[in-house]
Structures are given as C-alpha cells and as structure tokens.
C-alpha cells in the first residue's frame, strides 16, 4: 500500500499524498506549465528501471514536483516532453524545454 498516487490526465500531472492519512495533499501542474524535467535513477535503480522524475516550472526556481518510485522514469519524461510541447504547438508558441540531456551535450 503507497501513500502517494500520481495521476497524469488530459490536463496535467497531479501527485497526491498522504491518500492513506487524515491530511491530502495534492500538487498539479499543467503540461503548458513545465519548463524542465529531469530523472534521477542510482545504478540499482537503472538497472530495475525505477527512479524519480523532478519537474519544474515558471513559478517556481526549483523543483514544483517529485515523482519518487516510478517505474520508466525516462519514458516518464518523454511523454510529459511530448504532451508539453504538443500543447505548446497547439496554441503556436515556439518554445523547447531543456532536460538534462540537453544540458550534458553542451
């Protein structure tokens, strides 16, 4: 039984904790809304392929959400990447989110 759920739908990602306690709290961050994404795996956790998945926005100078645990992080990041610039098309704004494979190539 986990105390955290994490619900990606047609408007965003939203990570809800303490589902199993007297206290909720719940994060939501629209696709529209993300400005970098990044994974973090230790070598345990590439090899069963599970991770975290840190996602930042405008509003914030960090990180606005963890996704802790998840399995395929990276396939994670690359459909959020996706719907996010999907949206980003959608309403005709050029503009590229850099993720930490951007940042290591140069």
Sequence with gaps: IYNVRYIADSRGIEAQRGVL??????????YEDVRSIETDQTLIGRIIDVGM????????????MTLGGV????????????ERDRRIRVA????????????SSG
């Excluded at 998945?53 to 606005?64: F, L, P, R």
């Excluded at 005709?92 to 940042?103: E, F, K, L, N």
């Design 21 to 30: 306690s007297f206290y909720l709290q719940t994060t939501r961050v629209r």
């Design 53 to 64: 998945v840190d996602i930042g926005t405008a509003a914030t100078s960090g990180v606005e």
């Design 71 to 82: 399995a395929a992080p990276k396939s994670i990041q690359e459909f959020i990447q996706n």
């Design 92 to 103: 005709g704004v050029p503009v590229r989110i850099r993720d930490q494979s951007d940042a």
